[in-house]
């Protein structure tokens, strides 16, 4: 499975039609202690670039992108009792939601780990 990222940290971990989906641990770093976490309901639609969730930590509030197009199969709970989670895991066990995918073809376009470390580092 390849982790792919975008210019607004998110990343996305595709496996056949259903995308995992996560904040980048640069944008957790970069957040600081996470309070709070919105997650949008299962059957929720996104296009690629819509505001899907909401995160905020003790320094700021801050939107997370869908990374790519698909309906919300699942929303992890754990991340909304516990936000702190994100802090710990972020590319891992405090990923935001899984998206049944609408078109593959757009994570052609995200970054891959290489290329998102050289874009995190020099913004």
């Given at each position: 499975?390849t982790?792919k990222y975008?210019k607004?940290?998110e990343w996305?971990?595709l ?9 980048s641990?640069h944008a957790a770093?970069q957040?600081?202690d996470?309070v709070?976490v ?5 059957g929720k639609?996104f ?11 003790v320094k700021a509030a801050?939107?997370?992108?869908a ?9 992890n709970?754990?991340i ?10 972020p590319e891992?066990?405090?990923w ?16 891959d780990?290489?290329?998102y470390?050289?874009?995190a580092?020099?913004h």
């Amino acid at each position: 499975m390849t982790v792919k990222y975008t210019k607004d940290h998110e990343w996305v971990r595709l496996d056949g039609a259903v995308a995992t989906i996560g904040i980048s641990a640069h944008a957790a770093e970069q957040l600081g202690d996470v309070v709070f976490v919105e997650l949008p309901a299962i059957g929720k639609t996104f296009k690629k670039g819509d505001d899907m969730a909401v995160v905020e930590s003790v320094k700021a509030a801050s939107d997370v992108y869908a990374p790519i197009s698909g309906e919300v199969v699942e929303a992890n709970q754990a991340i909304v009792d516990d936000p702190a989670k994100v802090n710990g895991d972020p590319e891992g066990g405090a990923w935001f939601v899984k998206l049944k995918v609408s078109n593959a073809a757009e994570a052609n376009e995200l970054m891959d780990a290489a290329a998102y470390r050289a874009f995190a580092e020099s913004h």
